[in-house]
């Protein structure tokens, strides 16, 4: 009888420790066969395929688990698509309701499959350490891929806000699949393409996941007025550290909308580099090899006429949106990346149609800076602690 007692007490200690995985999720090969689309989806948007546990740098210390999780979402046509993404939650017991989520829009690495951040982690880990003060503070985190990054078959239609906002949405919904411990109510948060990401999610969040409790938006130096950028590319003759990122925008509009025949407006210089897009991350994008050696004003041809895809970029600005539920945006003001003016006029369009927006800039922070540099950061959990309790 004490040995069954005994052996009772340890199955049910293990039982306790061990991550509330739910049943009917399968789990999934190791490797990058883990990504490949499956033969047969599962019903519904946000319906978690498979799961398996997650290492490599992307792997958020200090949570009481860490799993890499692919997902359905849907694509601009509202076709199934199989994404990508890490769910963490904290150690120890969940509150009643479940752990409250961050679901977390990560910034631009890349288009390659390869780029993908649950593949290889972001560069230098640098959001890593505001994640785990929000793990730390009782909360999950979920970080999408994005749709295209890691699955093979799917290119990422880069900066395309519906694309970026339910594939946001939807890793909520399919961690609360996966993981019986997390709750309804979450928080948007995201930095550059994630923060223009978070601000399409939650004008998406109400009509795409309703049974979700939004309960507040938070954005970093988010993208916004591509364009009005756009439109600005033929004059910059030489500015080349845009560049890869200029040509990452034009590709990703060419995924979205092929009727714009993007490839022929293209310079001759800039068709030979563009595959380079599909294959190689940002940081090489910017060699002198690749389209670092071009300045923006080099990536189409003379007398291309930019009108029709100018006027498609301008769809995806999130300052025409209404995000639902506070926001709380936060800009770096000797940001170089994502130009503070545009940040101004962003949150001016925002308090002109009603949006309960908090802006706050701060001096002397560039790009990085304003997720990783202390102010911005303790203002951030701050926010996030205010709305979800």
């Known amino acids: 009888m004490r040995r069954f007692l005994a052996g009772t007490a340890l199955l049910a200690a293990l039982v306790l420790a061990a991550p509330a995985t739910a049943a009917t999720v399968p789990k999934g090969p190791a490797g990058v066969d883990f990504y490949k689309t499956p033969d047969k989806f599962p019903s519904g948007h946000g319906a978690a395929i498979q799961w398996r546990k997650l290492t490599g740098k992307a792997v958020l210390k200090g949570a009481g688990s860490n799993r890499l999780l692919l997902y359905r979402g849907e694509d601009q046509q509202g076709d199934a698509v199989a994404i990508s993404g890490t769910v963490a939650v904290p150690k120890g017991k969940a509150p009643k309701g479940g752990w409250p989520v961050v679901t977390w829009g990560h910034g631009t690495i890349g ?25 730390k503070a009782g909360y999950a985190v ?32 399919a961690a609360r699949k996966l993981d019986s411990s997390i709750g309804k109510s979450f928080v948007i948060a995201g930095h550059s393409q994630g923060g223009h990401a978070a601000l399409w999610a939650a004008s998406l969040a109400k009509k795409y996941t309703p049974e979700l409790k939004l309960k507040g938006t938070l954005a970093f130096a988010p993208a916004s007025h591509i364009g009005e950028q756009a439109g600005l590319l033929t ?36 068709k030979v580099l563009y595959p380079q897009l599909d294959t ?3 940081a090489d994008l910017g060699e002198p090899t690749s389209f670092g050696g071009l300045a923006p004003a080099d990536l189409f041809a003379p007398g291309a006429a930019l009108e ?5 970029l301008q769809k995806q600005d999130p300052e025409d949106l209404k995000p639902s539920g506070p926001v709380l945006i936060e800009q770096g003001r000797a940001d170089t990346t994502v130009i503070p003016t545009f940040t101004d006029s962003l949150v001016s369009d925002y308090k002109g149609r009603g949006v309960k927006v908090t802006y706050k800039t701060y001096d002397g922070l560039q790009h990085v800076p304003v997720v990783t540099d202390s102010k911005p950061a303790k203002d951030a959990v701050a926010f996030v602690k205010k709305e979800l309790g």
Do not use: F
């Not at 390869?114 to 003060?133: E, H, I, N, R, W």
């Open 111 to 135: 288009i390659a499959d390869a780029c993908a951040p649950s593949l290889v982690g972001m560069p230098g880990t640098y959001d890593q350490p505001l994640m785990t003060k929000w793990l």
């Open 142 to 173: 979920v970080r999408t891929d994005y749709e295209g990054l890691g699955v093979p078959g799917v290119t990422h239609p880069y900066l395309i806000g519906a694309s970026e906002g339910r594939s946001m949405l939807d890793m909520v919904r």
């Open 235 to 270: 004059a910059l003759t030489t500015q080349k550290n845009l560049t890869p990122l200029a040509s990452m925008i034009v590709r990703g509009i060419d995924v979205a909308d092929p009727s714009l025949n993007v490839g022929t407006l293209l310079s001759d210089q800039a």
């Open 280 to 282: 190689t991350c940002l």
């Open 308 to 312: 029709p895809v100018v006027a498609a």
